[in-house]
């Protein structure tokens, strides 16, 4: 079987790592010339709305899926009348729009932050006086690792913002005193059959990803899976999806979703009996889905900017290298380390290990 993946980043690399035992080949279409995951397959090098290239890889592969939302749901919509599209256009439409998306979630009755369309400065005045400060402004698209938002904290903050932002639709979130950011990894395959990971504690640092571990017997595990039921549920989803939460009194308000394998799941390539990238492609290609239970102590470090010394992390005991092979580069995700150790106290210690390398 072949796979098609719009985008070729680190995403697409580890699913074609993981596609590759199955006897999966890959073609990747994606505009960079070093796309990373080129490395696994065939790479189409062309614009995400090249529809000549576009149909070009829907007549080399058997079906497509992609590794990031910023793939304009039009471009999925048009592969779907050639290739099956897992997720579905659909499925992309709503969750990389965040209006689309928190409006989704209020319908299922899933808790959400106060929030509000903004398409004019004097909608933002008018939803700052009703919702208040501190409050988050965020683009409606494509904003990802901390970009494309801005914290208001007064009414000197909020008096140009969404000029700052680009003048494009955003939504206003009211601030959340959340507890915790926790994050669930779904999913779901052809025939409904649904599955989930353990919950996952989530540490961001200027809005990125640094450090994810993985939860046992996590108290809210169970409200987080009945809401990201309703989703899967409502999409017809069909692959691995993230939801994103924060823990708030007791309970958790949704933060946002992805439609794809995401950075906190990364635990599972050596922490969970089945990984989440070789889930995804199980349940797009129709395969019976993998156990999801983990296999000891396990954390995810993002390295962000550059790797440290090759040889300084794979001394480390417990210690599983992830080197993307991409250009060091400051705010950029270029690898990870993946934790598996026999009990709590070691992968503390791992943790503060790894910890100390991105440091020094």
């Not at 596609?19 to 890959?26: A, Q, S, V």
């Not at 009348?81 to 409006?103: M, Q, T």
């Not at 007064?154 to 494009?168: N, P």
């Not at 599983?320 to 026999?342: E, I, M, N, Q």
Request: one cysteine or more; hydrophobic letters at 45%.
């Amino acid at each position: 079987m072949k796979i098609g993946v719009i985008g070729g980043g680190q995403l697409g690399r580890m699913l074609a790592l993981a596609g590759t035992p199955l006897g999966m080949d890959f073609a990747f279409l994606d505009p960079a010339p070093d796309a990373c995951a080129a490395a696994l397959g065939e790479h189409i090098r062309a614009d995400y709305g090249d529809q000549d290239h576009l149909r070009q890889l829907a007549d080399e592969v058997d079906l497509v899926t992609f590794e990031f939302e910023s793939v304009p749901a039009e471009t999925v919509a048009f592969l779907s009348r050639f290739v099956p599209v897992y997720p579905s256009a659909e499925a992309l439409r709503i969750a990389r729009d965040r209006w689309f998306e928190k409006s989704m979630f209020k319908d299922l009755g899933i808790p959400t932050p106060a929030f509000a369309d903004i398409q004019s400065q004097a909608d933002l005045d008018a939803a700052v006086a009703a919702i208040g400060l501190p409050a988050v402004l965020k683009t409606r698209t494509l904003g990802y690792d901390g970009k494309g938002q801005k914290v208001l904290r007064s009414a000197a903050d909020a008096a140009d913002a969404f000029a700052e932002l680009g003048s494009v639709p955003c939504l206003l979130e009211g601030f959340v005193p959340f507890t915790g950011e926790v994050s669930l990894i779904a999913v779901r395959a052809r025939d409904g059959e649904t599955r989930f990971y353990p919950l996952v504690h989530n540490t961001h640092e200027s809005g990125i990803l640094r450090l994810s571990v993985a939860s046992d017997a996590h108290p809210l595990q169970a409200l987080a899976e009945d809401y990201a039921g309703r989703v899967l549920d409502q999409l017809q989803y069909v692959g691995v999806l993230a939801f994103e939460f924060f823990e708030v009194d007791g309970g958790l308000k949704a933060n946002e979703i992805a439609p794809r394998v995401h950075n906190s799941g990364h635990w599972t390539i050596e922490g969970a009996r089945c990984s989440q990238f070789e889930n995804h492609l199980r349940a797009v290609a129709g395969l019976p889905l993998g156990a999801t239970t983990r296999r000891g102590e396990t954390a995810m470090l993002n390295f962000i900017g550059t790797v440290p010394p090759v040889e300084k992390v794979v001394a480390l005991a417990d210690c599983h290298l992830h080197h993307y092979g991409k250009a060091f580069k400051d705010g950029r995700k270029v690898g990870h380390a993946t934790l598996l150790c026999a009990d709590r106290a070691t992968l503390d210690q791992r943790i503060a290990d790894v910890q100390a390398l991105i440091d020094a």
